[in-house]
């Protein structure tokens, strides 16, 4: 037979009202001698609170929202460990839901976690292109902040709350300057779905390299996919048969690189003898990869938690914080051959 909050009053000699303040941490306390009179029957009854009951009492004191593209994803499982690792530390439960790049069912989830009372709501992934969506979307989060809710995005472009911005633009740019450094003019673009912001922003940074160093990008050597292993796959091989001669391969992600490399294999195109891969993010598939994977280096775990820590904080106006791109460079790119 289940415990319940009366038993724990009769054992702690208290009433049940008591009880409940203690429990749930009500705003009326409870003098120090009693509080641990109350403890005490809980731990010996093994009490576990009705977490219905708790909501109710104290909602959106527990909860945190969040709502990602696609936890599958390594880019968003590597974001989510950060999430959840700052909530453990602050005896937060996540609440993750997957959008999977479907502004309508995003919206959707905002509405259902707002309804659900949580603390705060965090959205980690890309913007999309769409003016009419992002007013809505922001209208959602304007009301839900207005009654009191915390609001934290990461990679996302104007959207209300605070803000974890990836330095996607300027690791692109890094990679970019780099890569033509080495030689390489025949330069083909993997690159993830036009309407989304960071394929915008990734492109934006290649882009600036090339025209920094006087190097022609034309749009016939760039195919734009999915940011998965088949999408790079599939893309990679449209683009060698348009463009044979192509000595490097730039991905917008690692996932697309790995794809990548496995059309170049099934062709018995050498990485890097015959053409040079590199990825985005660094995902921990990218050092076991052979050879190595050449990329940009996010720090998505602590983007995580960096994200929790300004939904979960006390600061009144929304902040905006910056995470820094960095390339690591491994075996999967060199100078192109003729060099």
Known sequence: MAVTLADVARLAGVSPATVSRVINDSAKKVNEQLRERVLAAVRELHYVPNAHAQSVARPRKSAVGVIVHDVSDPYFAEI???????????????????????PERELAYVGLLRAQQVHALILAGSGYHDDEFTERLNGELNAYQQAGGRVAVIGRHRLVGSAV???????????????????????????????????????????????????????SRI???DFTRDGGA????????????????????????????????ERGIRVPDDISVTGFDDMPIARDVTP??????????????RA????????????????????????????????
């Open 80 to 102: 989510t460990r950060g999430l959840q690792r700052q909530a453990g530390a602050h005896d937060r439960l996540l609440v993750i839901c997957n959008s999977y790049r479907e």
């Open 292 to 305: 190595g994977l050449t990329t940009v280096k996010l720090p998505l775990v602590e983007m995580g938690e």
């Open 165 to 219: 911005l990836p330095g996607n633009e300027a690791g692109a740019h890094a990679l970019g300057l780099r890569v033509l450094g080495l030689g390489h003019r025949e330069v083909g673009v993997i690159s993830g779905p036009r309407y989304l912001t960071t394929t915008t922003d990734r492109l934006t940074g290649f882009r600036r390299a090339f025209d920094e160093l006087g190097i022609p990008l034309p749009a």
């Open 234 to 265: 599939a893309a990679t091989a449209s683009l060698l048969d348009a463009q044979p001669n192509l000595t490097a391969l730039i991905t917008l992600n690692d996932s697309m690189a790995v794809g990548a490399m496995a059309t170049l294999r």
């Open 308 to 339: 929790m820590a300004l939904a979960l904080g006390d600061g009144a106006q929304p902040h905006t914080e910056n995470a820094d791109a960095t390339l690591v460079w491994r075996a999967s790119c060199t100078a192109p051959p003729a060099l």
């Open 223 to 225: 195919i734009y996919s």
